[in-house]
Structure formats: structure tokens, C-alpha cells
């Protein structure tokens, strides 16, 4: 049997020439296939020859290793099972399984603080959205008031209070848009408090999950979205 | 030595994919249990880079000059990992059991005679760079968190202090180690040109899921330690060509290009200068006003800010569109920094609108540490 004979030596199709492929797009209003899910297929099948390539060579070695054994026996040489190589093998593949299994228990970590910081965003986000829209409400409804007051206010301008009652009646309502103002002061400065509060309880708890994650792995980069994280 | 057999190889190993850097460390690590505390817990991006860094090896064959840079650069780096000349040694071994174990029975003594000088001409360069390196600079420097603040829910910035004196150029990024996340190496650049008293700024964006980058966030203070690498990087401010500038930066890109635009400031005749700084939205726009004090201190400058999304009293859409919706860039040297994306997006559209590519400089990490 000849070296190799698991491998042609004419050009074959390779994962890497299947995760490389590329296609022309359609043109617009012509039918074509949604990228997204093309380019999952194609990932997925890049994988499945991977494995298939690394499966056939571990057989390639197995029937080596047997043959050798047979051979081993027929010129008297008794065969052993496992030789010194076929142990040191064997422990690089026990080995190489641990690693992955501690490669995936990290990325699950990873996966979960990812998806820990999206939400605390997402809360950052919607609180921030509600504060500014009651801001808003409470800016246009103190305005509305203003405005009311002002248009009163020009409507008796040449007229001054005349009567007791009426000057009572306008020193009441001056303290009554005082007290407004005053009031909603109050109100949306402990709204804000409020607010910023809620954030920052959201950042302790991210800041203690970011403490609690033991682990690490790469990611891309910092500003090195260039390599990844 | 034959190139062709070397690359015909390589090109059949690498149909194993994973498998292969797989093998290697595991190999490595029985024979030198040593090595495995070197590494991250996770050696999932470990093996990524170390295709990498093969993969470069092996197609840079053909253009010798820049592959003994990057394998200068690889050997330098590689300092800071406290990675000895006698390591070397034993990645050898195990690359080549590991490079046998794939090829089969097409693997013999010629193969790995080619193999075997391969690998002394790559680890020679690396290590007389380490050691030239070694006579002049530490592994790596102590830095300490002088200040820490949180400008928005995503962006840190750090000012530390490194000891002994860090030296680099505007443009240039180190690699950054965290207490809390030990042998996670992530590059950041600096913010600020060179300082008298030492300090230097890093721009760190928090990545949903980055170990490194959530530490130095939310579990980095004032007084906290961190290990830096050495300078690397090949984005420079062309001060000799005498065109004016265009600088494009998205997000914490822009620490490069601050840096590149405070060594601006010392110039006698400094150039125009345009500055685009792109986020998602306003509130990512975490520097802007200390860039419009800049502008308003030198007329030279013009910052545009744009967001991509939401509420702005300013230009909103993509990056690219507002930057070549200005008009004709065609005079100028263009420095892009950002998320890889947007730097791509920008630089294709001036090229395409007829700035020379050689005018075009991009925020470069195409290194890989193994």
C-alpha cells in the first residue's frame, strides 16, 4: 500500500474552499436566496467536512496500527496493543477533550455575562426613555400653565386690581403658581434621584457579575475589533 | 529547503482545522507540563492565533522582508508571556510531532528536515529580536490606575502610569493585562501623545461578554495594577507630505487618532485637519467635548460629530455617508480607526471617490500572538 492513499493528489474540494465560496448577487427585483441562512449551511457543512477529514485519518491510523500489529505477528515480532506512540497519543486526545470542555464551560460564562450587560442596557435604555418622557410631560404641562398664567396676566394689564377681594384673589393665585413650581421642582428632582439610583444599583450588580466570572477568554479587541472583543 | 513541499503540507494539515493547534497544545503540555500555566484557562482564541501566525508564516515565505518584521514583532511580544529561549526548543517538538501526527504517511525524513529549518529560521529571528529587546526594555510595564471614570454606560477611560517610561509614537497601541483577568492580553491605544510626567490614556469600550475589556470597566479603580507590552503598531501621522488631513474615527477608535492629533498640536505648521467621530448614538459621543475645546482652541481643526441612530442636533447615518457626502477627500491623508466594519466601509468609499490607497491608513492589528 502506498503512502497517502487517503488523500488524491488532484485537486479536491476543501473545507476551506467551501467556507471561501462565494456567488454573485441577483440583480434587484430578481429572486434570489436569503444570505444569511446560505452562509449558516455553508458554515455548517465547512464543520461537518472538517470532522469527516479528522475521522477518516484517525481510521487511516487505526488500520496502520493494526496492520503493523498483523505484520508485527506474522514476522514473529509478537504485537503489542498500544505501543509507546499509540499511549502518547492517546493521552494527547484524553487531553485535547478536557480542553474543549473547559473551553466550552468558559464561553458559556461568557456567553451569560454577555448577555447580562445586554440586558442591564436595555434596562439603562428603557428607564432613561421613561425619565425623559416624563420630563417631557412635566416641562410641557408646566409651560401650559405658565402660558395661561402670562395670557391672565396681559388680560388685566391696564386694570389693576381694584377691589380688595381681587387683589386677595390674584396674590392667591401668584402663590398658588409659587407653590406649583415649587412642588414640581421637588417632584422631578427626586424623580431624577430616583432614576439615577436605579442605574447605579444596576451597575453594582454588573460590576459583582463581572467580579464573580473567573474566567477569561479571548475576544476581540478593546478598540482591536480588528482581532475580535 | 523546498517552499512548495513546506506549503503543500501545510496546505493538507490545515484541512484538520481545530484539530490541529488542538493536538499541538496538548502534545506540548505533556511533554512540558511547565508551559500550561502561560496560558488562559480557555484556549480557544489561543489556538485561532496560532493558525494564524502559521498561516502567515507560511504564505509569507515568498516576501522574506516583511515576514522577519512580523516575526520580529512576534518575538518581541512574546516577552511579556515570559516566554524563555528554552520554550522555544520545546514548541518545535511538539509542532513537528504535531505536523507528523497529521501529515501520515506522507510525513518523512526529507519533509521534516524542511520542517526542522523552517522552524529554527522563524525562532532564530524571534529570539535575537527578544534578545535585542531584552537589553533595552523590561518584558512588560508596571502601570497603575492613576484615575478611572466612567464617561458613559460603555466607555472607560483610563489614565495610568507606566514604569519605567513607556515609549511610542502617536498611532500606536500596546497590549493591556488585568489583575482580575491574568494572561488575557487585549491591545488598546494610547490616547495622548508622550507626556512629561509619564501617563498615558486608554479609550476602553466595554464588549458584551469580553472578559478583558468588562474588568477594566466596571472592576478597575484608581490604584489598580496592570501590566502593559511594548508599543506596537504601524499607524503613524505622515508629517512630511505636506497634505492636509482627514481623520475618520468610530466609537473608542478614536484614541489612535486623539493621540495622532494632540502631536499635531506641537507642529510648527500644522495641517487642516478634519475629524470625524462617529457613534451610535449621541451619548457614545464620550469625548466630544473636550475635541470641540480643541477645535475652538485651533482653527486648524474642524470635529464633525455624527450618530448613527436617535436623537441629534447634528449629522445622523452611517459614518462612510456623511464623511464622502463632504465631498472630495482626494487631496488629503486619510487616518481610519474603528470597529473593523466601519473602517473598512470608510476607506473603500474614499478610494472609491479617488483618494489614493496610499493615502489611506487604517488602525492596523493584522499581528497575531501565539
Known sequence: MTTDAWYDEQRRLTPDDVRAVTFPLTRWGRHGYDEEPVRAFVADVHAEM?????????????VQRLRRRILGKETGNDGILFGKDDAHIHAVRILSSAQRTADRYVADAQAYSGRLTEEARARRDEIMGQAQQHADMLLEEAQTRARTAA????????????????????????????????????HLRIYTEDVLRTIEDWETKERAAARDIPLASQHAPSIGWQHSS | MDVARLKNSFA????????????????????????????PVSMQAQRAH?????????????????????????????????????????????????????????????????????????????????????????????????????????VAILTVHAEPRLEYAPGQSVAVESPARPRLWRYYSMANAPREDGTVEFHVRLVDGGAVSMALTAATAAGTGLRIGPAVGVLRLDTTSGRDVLMVAGST?????????????????????????????????????SLEKLAAEHLWLTVVPTVTRGRFAGHTGALADVVTSYGDWSDRDAYIAGPTEMVQDTASRLAAGGLPVSQIHVEDFGWSEP
Not at chain 2, 15 to 29: K, R
Open chain 2, 253 to 289: 477608535g478614536l484614541a489612535p487618532l486623539k493621540s495622532m492629533l494632540e502631536q499635531v498640536t506641537r507642529l510648527q505648521q500644522p495641517p487642516r485637519v478634519h475629524l470625524f467621530f462617529g457613534a451610535r448614538d449621541a451619548d457614545g459621543l464620550y469625548d466630544l467635548p
Open chain 1, 151 to 186: 395670557v391672565d396676566a396681559m388680560n388685566r394689564d391696564g386694570l389693576p386690581p381694584q377691589t380688595d377681594h381681587e387683589r386677595r384673589a390674584v396674590q392667591a393665585e401668584l402663590a398658588y403658581l409659587r407653590t406649583f413650581s415649587d412642588v414640581y421642582r421637588q
Open chain 2, 12 to 39: 493538507r494539515i490545515a484541512m484538520h482545522g481545530d484539530e490541529v493547534p488542538l493536538h499541538f497544545y496538548s502534545d506540548l503540555f505533556l511533554k512540558h507540563p511547565e508551559t500550561r500555566p502561560m496560558f
Open chain 2, 50 to 154: 496560532l493558525v494564524d501566525a502559521l498561516v502567515s508564516v507560511v504564505s509569507g515565505v515568498d516576501d522574506l522582508d516583511s515576514l522577519t518584521v512580523f516575526l520580529r514583532d512576534l518575538g518581541r511580544g512574546h516577552r511579556k508571556f515570559g516566554t524563555l529561549a528554552a520554550h522555544y526548543e520545546a514548541v518545535g517538538d511538539s509542532l513537528l510531532a504535531t505536523f507528523a501526527h497529521f501529515c501520515g504517511d506522507s510525513w518523512d525524513a526529507t519533509l521534516e528536515a524542511d520542517w526542522r529549518d523552517a522552524y529554527e529560521l522563524v525562532a532564530g529571528v524571534m529570539t535575537a529580536a527578544a534578545q535585542e529587546d531584552e537589553e533595552r526594555y523590561p518584558a512588560y510595564w508596571s502601570g497603575t490606575v492613576v484615575a478611572h471614570e466612567r464617561r458613559t454606560f460603555d
Open chain 1, 50 to 62: 472538517v470532522r469527516l477529514i479528522n475521522e477518516r485519518a484517525s481510521l487511516w491510523q487505526e
